[in-house]
């Protein structure tokens, strides 16, 4: 799972912060690994000697932010490396090789409005590729035609949410596809038929919070389902109770409970996907 590092490192670092703990791991030995991670064109790769990628980049700008380290980047070099990779039609590709996704629309959008360059990309484009990719369920894909899914959901939600851009959403059809993803564990699943798992206590969930419908579902059976799959004894949340865990499905989970307003935790956002105090750092101590 080396390539995976450093999307491991925001999913345990901000689960930390999330928990007040940050403080317990050593901040300058985690900035000096991430940036042995850059390349020269400005990404960033998922660990040392790997290749770049727009997902890793935007996963290291999201620890740098949670540290309070933003200051260590080039910022001009990191936007340029992502301005790069949108395509003619307003897409966005994931790396040189070309791959395009939904995902990396949002991770753009997201990634560049951290680093207050949002303006060095054709947002409108990029909104109408977003819009593009809705389909006739109120849901969205990964391109255009592809099956609605809460991943991709999110990210186009949370692309239009950061770009002013959520009155093009039928907040009402696609809260209504949202809402149905709860089933009678409690737990959400990610599309029709399918298992509940922890992650999408996030993806959807969040969803419906920025299109404000998420007193659609039943938070107290959610709430319990997320407990039910920690490991009470040796920490941890995994997809779905009794499973083995991980720190992608406690980070979603713990992201979760922190939607959910569960106490002791602090507050996230749900478009950024970082805890409220990091957003609030900065957009408004500039």
């Known amino acids: 799972m080396?390539?995976?590092?450093?999307?491991?490192?925001?999913?345990g670092l901000t689960t930390l912060d999330l928990l007040g703990k940050l403080d317990i791991v050593n901040a300058d030995e985690v900035i000096s690994w991430i940036m042995k991670c850059q390349h020269e064109s400005g990404g960033f790769a998922g660990n040392i000697g790997h290749d770049p990628?727009?997902?890793?980049?935007?996963?290291?700008?999201?620890?740098?932010?949670?540290?309070?380290?933003?200051?260590?980047?080039?910022?001009?070099?990191?936007?340029?490396?992502?301005?790069?990779?949108?395509?003619?039609?307003?897409?966005?590709?994931?790396?040189?090789?070309?791959?395009?996704?939904?995902?990396?629309?949002?991770?753009?959008?997201?990634?560049?409005?951290?680093?207050?360059?949002?303006?060095?990309?054709?947002?409108?484009?990029?909104?109408?590729?977003?819009?593009?990719?809705?389909?006739?369920?109120?849901?969205?894909?990964?391109?255009?035609?592809?099956e609605s899914h809460a991943g991709q959901i999110f990210c186009c939600v949370g692309a239009l949410a950061i770009t002013g851009s959520l009155h093009h959403v039928d907040k009402d059809l696609l809260g209504w596809w949202l809402c149905e993803r709860q089933v009678k564990s409690g737990g959400l699943n990610g599309r029709p038929e399918k298992l509940p798992d922890v992650c999408y206590s996030w993806w959807v969930l969040s969803s419906l919070i920025m299109i404000d419908r998420v007193h659609?579902?039943?938070?107290?059976?959610?709430?319990?389902?997320?407990?039910?799959?920690?490991?009470?004894?040796?920490?941890?949340?995994?997809?779905?109770?009794?499973?083995?865990?991980?720190?992608?499905?406690?980070?979603?989970?713990?992201?979760?409970?922190?939607?959910?307003?569960?106490?002791?935790l602090k507050a996230i956002d749900p478009a950024y996907a970082l805890p409220v105090d990091v957003i609030n750092r900065i957009f408004f101590s500039r």
């Not at 080396?2 to 999913?11: T, V």
């Not at 990396?104 to 560049?112: E, K, T």
Request: negative net charge; charged residues 20%; hydrophobic residues 40%.
């Open 2 to 11: 080396d390539h995976l590092r450093m999307n491991g490192a925001y999913w």
């Open 53 to 146: 990628h727009i997902l890793y980049t935007l996963s290291a700008v999201q620890v740098l932010a949670v540290s309070n380290k933003l200051d260590v980047l080039d910022t001009d070099k990191v936007a340029a490396y992502i301005t790069g990779l949108q395509n003619e039609d307003g897409s966005f590709s994931g790396d040189m090789w070309g791959e395009v996704d939904t995902r990396f629309s949002y991770i753009a959008i997201c990634c560049l409005s951290i680093l207050c360059c949002l303006d060095k990309i054709n947002v409108e484009k990029a909104v109408n590729y977003i819009l593009s990719c809705k389909n006739l369920d109120g849901g969205f894909g990964c391109t255009p035609g592809g």
């Open 216 to 264: 659609w579902i039943d938070k107290e059976k959610l709430v319990k389902f997320i407990l039910d799959c920690q490991d009470v004894k040796n920490g941890g949340i995994s997809d779905r109770p009794d499973d083995a865990v991980d720190v992608f499905h406690t980070y979603f989970g713990v992201a979760g409970l922190s939607l959910l307003e569960y106490p002791g």
